[in-house]
């Protein structure tokens, strides 16, 4: 998959001077030992940090190596001053953690003391401002610390990946779309670039694409993913244009950025002009590590990035969209699933999710856009649509967004797509997500986040939270089980 980082975490070993390194040598040692039985990308350096004279050579050293995180492990007590300030110099993620002890017959020459040595570790980093991530479990054995690590890289990926991304918008928000126009400041603040476009910027490119000696390429590929569901064979050249027109522009503006994400302008006057709706082509793209959000929603393609970083997986933009029947409750869920009415919903898009992760997926038109542009006549325009049912399997829910006063908010949802016929249209899927009532009206409607939830298909809630913390985002919320109420909610009553 193109468009995502790859991460090499280099662990370096710190020791106080009145403790023995070889606790720190030796407990490094078997840490790699269970890294490489994961096949993980670490590499261990040569420098222990024992002294300031020492940061420089270790920082080198994760240098020459080519390693873009950090592990710092306190095979000891650690040296609080030398270690924070490795933390703070060195230009990546970083993550800190320490070893248990050995054996109880190893407690007086051969005891580390790392609990102790964290906290001191800990309150320096805070001394010092710096960004770092400690794990809910940092002190460990060498197994225990190899399975941290693991954890480590996909959280260090995030990081990578919004630390030199670039977010493409093409025109204005639509009128009625106002929740996804938020500030772009806030994203400057994370070291992303925004670069705002008008929708004939697009549209000029597209022209220069006419005949281009690569739509052939690009149609076959098409005709290949469809298989079955080619049902507008006519309509893929001008797709291909298309999807050519966004590589280019990927490849010709990302600038001093490594990553890019697109968030595109696709109705009202799209269809009118380009003559096709252009999901299909957004959701071939989010497949190949490309986010292209719909709507000019530009916090929405973030937020697919940085599932798409969490997972090394095709992410996807759903509206949170409408309620599950009562009656397809009864009759279809309920007897397979042990799952309440309350935790249920259907994610909706019109057609850009991408085919891997539908059922049967198939190109149509988009039938709400019909209504208004063709009600009388046979689909021309509104055509170019991947509609199907989402695949079943375990899904994150997850949005950063900025206030209208420019702060940072974030919230993430752990569920499922339930297997079961949505009976619908569009890219759509019954999905539960424990206890969504309450985080519907106490997160989503009450801290005013927009419509559009970016997907992970997988449980990514814990990569996801890392990363928000280590950005220093404070207001993070969840799904909140049944017996941890929210603030604003009410916790006696009638009921």
């Not at 106080?16 to 040692?29: E, G, H, I, M, Q």
């Not at 030398?82 to 190893?106: C, H, N, Q, W, Y």
């Not at 126009?181 to 992303?192: C, E, R």
């Amino acid at each position: 998959m193109i468009n995502l980082p790859k991460v090499h975490v280099g662990v370096v070993a710190v020791s106080r001077d009145c403790f023995p390194d070889t606790l720190s040598k030796s407990r490094l040692a078997a840490i790699m030992r269970e890294t490489e039985k994961r096949s993980l990308p670490v590499t261990a350096m040569e420098t222990l940090v024992t002294y300031e004279k020492d940061i420089a050579p270790a920082l080198k050293e994760l240098s020459d190596k080519g390693c873009n995180a950090l592990v710092l492990f306190l095979g000891n007590f650690g040296p609080e001053g030398p270690e924070t300030i490795l933390v703070k110099e060195f230009r990546g993620p970083s993550m800190v953690v320490g070893a248990a002890e050995d054996s109880g017959k190893s407690l007086i020459q051969g005891r580390g003391d790392a609990l102790c040595g964290m906290l001191n570790c800990s309150y320096n980093l805070s001394l010092r401002n710096c960004r770092y991530h400690i794990p809910e479990q940092p002190i460990g054995t060498a197994e225990e610390l190899a399975a941290r690590i693991a954890e480590f890289i996909p959280v260090a990926r995030v990081l990578e990946g919004l630390a030199s991304l670039k977010v493409i918008g093409f025109g204005p928000r639509p009128q009625d779309f106002y929740a996804c126009n938020a500030p772009i400041k806030p994203l400057y603040d994370l070291g992303i670039e925004a670069e705002e476009n008008s929708e004939l910027d697009l549209f000029a490119a597209f022209k220069e694409h006419v005949g281009d000696s690569r739509i052939h390429a690009v149609v076959e590929d098409m005709k290949f993913e469809l298989g079955g569901g080619n049902t507008m064979p006519s309509l893929l050249p001008k797709l291909a244009q298309y999807e050519l027109t966004l590589k280019d522009w990927m490849e010709g503006h990302g600038g001093n950025s490594q990553y890019v994400c697109f968030a595109s302008k696709c109705w009202p006057a799209f269809q009118r002009e380009f003559q096709f709706v252009p999901c299909y082509v957004h959701s071939r793209m989010a497949a190949r590590g490309v986010p292209v959000a719909c709507e000019v929603d530009i916090y929405g393609a973030v937020s697919m990035y940085m599932c798409l970083c969490a997972t090394g997986d095709v992410p996807a933009l759903l509206d949170i969209n409408n309620s599950v029947p009562h009656d397809m409750f009864v009759e279809e869920i309920r007897p397979k699933y042990p799952c309440g009415e309350g935790d249920l919903l259907m994610g909706f898009h019109c057609g850009n999710t991408a085919a891997c992760k539908l059922k049967k997926p198939e190109m149509k038109h988009q039938i709400i856009m019909k209504r208004t542009m063709e009600p009388d006549t046979e689909p021309n325009i509104t055509r170019g649509t991947l509609e199907g049912d989402i695949v079943g399997g375990d899904i994150t829910m997850f949005r950063l967004q900025s206030t209208a006063g420019g702060q940072l908010q974030s919230y993430f949802a752990q569920g499922r797509v339930l297997d079961v016929p949505s009976h619908s249209f569009g890219g759509i899927g019954v999905m539960e997500i424990p206890e969504m009532r309450r985080f519907y009206r106490h997160v989503l409607i009450g801290k005013h986040f927009p419509h559009h939830t970016a997907i992970a298909f997988a449980h990514a809630g814990r990569t996801l939270n890392a990363a928000l913390r280590y950005l220093q985002i404070g207001d993070v919320s969840y799904n909140r089980p049944k017996h941890v109420p929210y603030d604003t909610e009410v916790v006696f009553g009638d009921e």
